[in-house]
């Protein structure tokens, strides 16, 4: 079991640009949910997809969006990144509420 | 006031000793709670979830709760140079899935 991957490792984009992150759940899970986490702080959560729709989603802005796939891989995009968004994205998949499984995450930069 | 709030550290203990990590929390609506470890630049792996109040053995690691406090203990035996890491403590909404995070304590535990 491969667990939960995450492309690419790291990415480095500049203000302005948009970004695109991947997440491939771990086998047998079906609800995907991404988080943000800056520098010396605790994940925050962004939104959570569940049979290819948001179902729940924090308080970030719309130009923090994402989709499902049939196979329950997932994406995050990001427009018009700001230097405020560089952080560690972590996917995480869960089969239900008590446990949740996190990705190496995604180290992203923006100059 | 965070939902979830750590003492972020550094806490600096020697190999051998016992590790008293803590979260406090303020919304009543918390029913489980979850301790994840986080290496240095890695995603966080979960090491133990609690649902009721008590104690929880796995091992090294003991997780307590107390819901009339609203706090929430990891306790590490005979600690590791190994287990030198950032412990989060999280809790799911009861709305779904959705986890809220404490910042994380450092823990450094040297030989």
């Known amino acids: 079991d491969a667990g939960v991957t995450q492309s690419p490792t790291h990415l480095i984009k500049t203000r302005g640009q948009q970004v695109t992150l991947r997440c491939s759940p771990k086998?047998?899970?079906?609800?995907v949910s991404w988080y943000q986490q800056a520098l010396g702080q605790g994940p925050q959560f962004i939104f959570q997809?569940?049979?290819?729709?948001?179902?729940q989603r924090g308080n970030f802005p719309d130009r923090f969006s994402g989709h499902q796939f049939p196979n329950y891989s997932s994406e995050l995009n990001v427009n018009a990144l700001l230097l405020g968004d560089s952080a560690l994205y972590l996917c995480?998949?869960?089969?239900?509420?008590?446990?949740?499984?996190f990705g190496p995450g995604t180290r992203l930069t923006v100059l | 006031q965070k939902e979830v709030e750590q003492d972020p550290g550094p806490l600096s203990v020697p190999e051998g000793a016992i590790v008293s990590l803590n979260c406090t929390y303020s919304?009543?609506?918390?029913?489980?709670f979850m301790w994840y470890r986080q290496y240095s630049r890695k995603g966080p792996e979960l090491l133990m979830y609690?649902?009721?109040?008590g104690n929880k053995e796995d091992g090294r690691f003991t997780a307590q709760v107390d819901k009339s406090s609203k706090y929430i203990s990891l306790f590490i035996r005979d600690s590791q140079p190994s287990d030198s890491a950032t412990y989060l403590c999280?809790?799911?909404?009861?709305?779904?899935?959705?986890?809220?995070f404490g910042g994380g304590t450092r823990l450094m535990v040297k030989p």
């Open positions: 995480a998949s869960s089969p239900g509420p008590t446990s949740q499984f």
């Open positions: 086998s047998g899970h079906d609800t």
């Open positions: 997809y569940y049979e290819e729709e948001e179902r």
């Open positions: 919304n009543s609506a918390f029913q489980y």
């Open positions: 609690t649902y009721s109040s």
């Open positions: 999280a809790s799911p909404h009861n709305a779904g899935n959705m986890l809220t």
